[in-house]
């Protein structure tokens, strides 16, 4: 099982990126998946997260109205658009696929650093 997570760089402040995080290995029917982030010093932070079906989505109030994710099931990908970006954006960004209940999972990427300069 793996989360490929991918699009990180380095940006300039008001910038837009677009990462992706791609699932493989098994099957993810019915999972959540979200994004987190973590910066340098600090502990890792929930940034956004989608529900299956896509009804059901949240975000940070940090990153609310700048951030879009959005998941394509057909390609078992998730994505997490960032605009407006800030310095504070600066972190490494990983993904987590996660299912409750029966044949529950919980899997995290191994992250993509997103750099914000000034």
């Known amino acids: 099982v793996q989360l490929q997570a991918s699009g990180g760089g380095l940006v300039q402040v008001g910038g837009s990126v677009r990462l992706s995080c791609a699932a493989s290995g098994r099957t993810f029917s019915g999972s959540v998946m979200n994004w987190f982030r973590q910066a340098p010093g600090k502990e890792r932070e929930f940034v956004a997260m989608?529900?299956?079906?896509?009804?059901?989505?949240d975000y940070a109030d940090s990153v609310k109205d700048r951030f879009t994710i959005s998941r394509d099931n057909a390609k078992n990908t998730v994505y997490l658009q960032m605009n407006s970006l800030k310095p504070e954006d600066t972190a490494v960004y990983y993904c987590?696929?996660?299912?409750?209940?029966?044949?529950?999972?919980?899997?995290w990427g191994q992250g993509t650093l997103v750099t914000v300069s000034s």
């Open positions: 987590r696929a996660r299912k409750s209940g029966r044949s529950s999972f919980d899997y």
């Open positions: 989608i529900s299956w079906s896509g009804d059901i989505i």
